[in-house]
C-alpha cells in the first residue's frame, strides 16, 4: 500500500506543478490566459487528494477531517475557478471575447494554491 501511497503522493506533487508552472511562468505577462496544464493539474490535485485519503484510512491512518475538508473546499473552488477561466480563455483566443477577465480567474487559481499549500505544510 506504500507503493500506492507514494505513487499517489507524487501524482499529487505533478498536479500542483501543472497548476503553479504555467501561474508563474505568466507572472510578468501582460495578459493572463488559464492553460489546459492549469485546468488538468486543478482536476487531479482534487482526484489524487480524494485518493490519498482513501489510501491513510485503508492504513489505519488518523486523517484530520477538518483539515482535509478545508483542503477539498479550497481545491474545488480552484478547480471551478479554472474551468471556467479555461473556457473563458479558449473563447478569447477562438476570437469571442477578450482576455481580460480571466485575469481575475488566474491571480485567484495561483493564490488559492498557494493557501492549499500552506494549509497543507503547516495544520499539523
Ligand atoms: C490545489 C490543491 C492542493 C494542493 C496545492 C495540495 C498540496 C499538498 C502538499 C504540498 C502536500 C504534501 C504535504 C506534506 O506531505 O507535508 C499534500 C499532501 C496531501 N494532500 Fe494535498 N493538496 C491539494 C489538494 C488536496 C485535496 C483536495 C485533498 C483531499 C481531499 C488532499 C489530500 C492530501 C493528503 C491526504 C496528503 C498527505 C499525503 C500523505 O502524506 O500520505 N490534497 N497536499
Request: hydrophobic share 60%; proline share 2%.
Amino acid at each position: 500500500m506504500d507503493v500506492l501511497r507514494y505513487a499517489l503522493l507524487i501524482l499529487h506533487f505533478i498536479g500542483l506543478a501543472a497548476i503553479l508552472g504555467p501561474f508563474l511562468d505568466q507572472l510578468r505577462a501582460s495578459a493572463k490566459r488559464i492553460t489546459q496544464t492549469m485546468v488538468w493539474g486543478a482536476r487531479a490535485q482534487v482526484l489524487t487528494g480524494i485518493l490519498l485519503v482513501g489510501v491513510a484510512e485503508m492504513n489505519d491512518v488518523d486523517v484530520d477531517h477538518a483539515k482535509i475538508g478545508v483542503k477539498l473546499a479550497v481545491a474545488l473552488a480552484i478547480a471551478g475557478l479554472a474551468e471556467v477561466g479555461g473556457k473563458k480563455t479558449r473563447a478569447a483566443l477562438a476570437g469571442d471575447g477578450d482576455l481580460a477577465p480571466v485575469r481575475t480567474f488566474w491571480w485567484l487559481v495561483g493564490a488559492l494554491t498557494v493557501v492549499n499549500i500552506i494549509v497543507a505544510v503547516s495544520w499539523r
